[in-house]
Nanobody, 123 residues
Framework: QVQLVESGGGLVQAGGSLRLSCAASGRTFSNYAMGWFRQAPGKEREFVAVISWIGGTTDYTDSVKGRFTISRDNAKNTVYLQMNSLKPEDTAVYYC????????????????WGQGTQVTVSS
């Protein structure tokens, strides 16, 4: 079992920045690829970013490339999502998720999920 707790969400103006954190506990964090997903009101949950269990491989959805950066610190059992140049369309609940040794963009393939943190970008 892996427990995931997100933090760092909030209200920010367009063009601003936020840094989300996801702290993991339970099983060996370094065995899990970590992903960030988001869900806006009335929309389906969508993939945002993923990082491999060692941290050498990352991938992003096109709409955040060049603005968001995913990283991890395996010594701290934490994954981060640095979000710059935020836009109103980035407004959503952001979730982190863990996938055991699977580098995947598909939500259904993730094994554990956090409770989410709200990000609101005002125009």
């Amino acid at each position: 079992q892996v427990q995931l707790v997100e933090s760092g969400g909030g209200l920010v103006q367009a063009g601003g920045s936020l840094r989300l954190s996801c702290a993991a506990s339970g099983r060996t964090f370094s065995n899990y690829a970590m992903g960030w997903f988001r869900q806006a009101p009335g929309k389906e949950r969508e993939f945002v970013a993923v990082i491999s269990w060692i941290g050498g491989t990352t991938d992003y959805t096109d709409s955040v490339k060049g603005r968001f950066t995913i990283s991890r610190d395996n010594a701290k059992n934490t994954v981060y999502l640095q979000m710059n140049s935020l836009k109103p369309e980035d407004t959503a609940v952001y979730y982190c998720a863990a996938a055991y040794r699977k580098l995947t963009l598909t939500a259904e393939r993730y094994d554990y999920w956090g409770q989410g943190t709200q990000v609101t970008v005002s125009s």
